[in-house]
């Protein structure tokens, strides 16, 4: 039965056949759910940038992550972009007041400011805090 071994065989291909183009077209969705996923995540995170007249050297950034967890950054230089800075990859949530501890060289100064009065014209992922002094 020679005939009947080639007929499975086919059968055999044209199972996985039908199961890799299932799998090729399920693919691109999955890629889209997740991207929108992380977009969403990203769109309610920011890194946030402190910017400063020149009287402070360093800062540090205090707040609440999307998982809410208490997040600190370490202390960052502010010359970053003329006088500022930023810790990267420190993310906080947007609907909060976070505490800025900003040092010049004798003190240090706590600023509690809210994410969302912060610009968000710089980039679409970070916020740009001014700290009054």
């Not at 693919?27 to 969403?40: F, N």
């Not at 007249?53 to 950054?73: C, D, I, P």
């Not at 370490?74 to 010359?79: E, H, Q, V, Y």
Request: negative net charge; aromatic residues 12%.
């Amino acid at each position: 039965m020679p005939e009947l071994s080639a007929l499975r065989e086919g059968t055999d291909i044209m199972r996985v056949r039908r199961a890799l183009v299932a799998l090729a077209a399920a693919l691109p969705l999955i890629g889209v759910s997740a991207g929108s996923a992380s977009a969403a995540s990203a769109a309610n995170s920011y890194e946030i940038i402190v910017c400063s007249e020149g009287l402070f050297g360093s800062a540090n950034v205090v707040g609440y992550n999307e998982k809410n967890q208490l997040v600190q950054t370490p202390d960052f230089k502010l010359n970053w972009n003329g006088p500022c800075g930023y810790a990267p990859d420190y993310w906080f949530k947007e609907d909060q007041i976070v505490e800025i501890n900003a040092s010049d060289y004798f003190n240090v100064w706590t600023f509690h400011m809210d994410v969302r009065y912060c610009n968000d014209n710089y980039s679409a992922t970070q916020r740009v805090c001014i700290l009054p002094y």
